[in-house]
């Protein structure tokens, strides 16, 4: 009925389900890294769901952004942020 599909807020990330991208990645990879390669299903769904319980404990009700920041900040050489100066530099002359 509806053509478009008009977000109810813009900062809403996309969501499979309940859970956005970066919490699915969280617990997939770990899941089918150690499932496939060790042979360790219990251990994988183990890793899996204790990955994504730290990660939403370190996450907080931080938006989905926090990890870009968060690698911004502590890791300079891995910033995702091409236009803005590294971190490390604390006052721009100019």
Do not use: C
């Amino acid at each position: 009925m509806d053509k478009y599909y008009i977000p109810q807020k813009l900062d809403a990330p996309f969501k499979i389900a309940f859970f956005t991208l970066s919490e699915i990645a969280i617990v997939i990879i770990p899941f089918i890294v150690v499932a496939f390669i060790f042979q360790k299903q219990l251990l994988a769904l183990a890793v899996s769901v204790t990955s994504y319980i730290l990660m939403k404990k370190m996450r907080g009700e931080e938006n989905h952004h926090f990890y870009k920041h968060f690698i911004y900040w502590h890791f300079p050489p891995l910033a995702f942020y091409k236009a803005t100066p590294p971190s490390y530099i604390r006052e721009i002359i100019g």
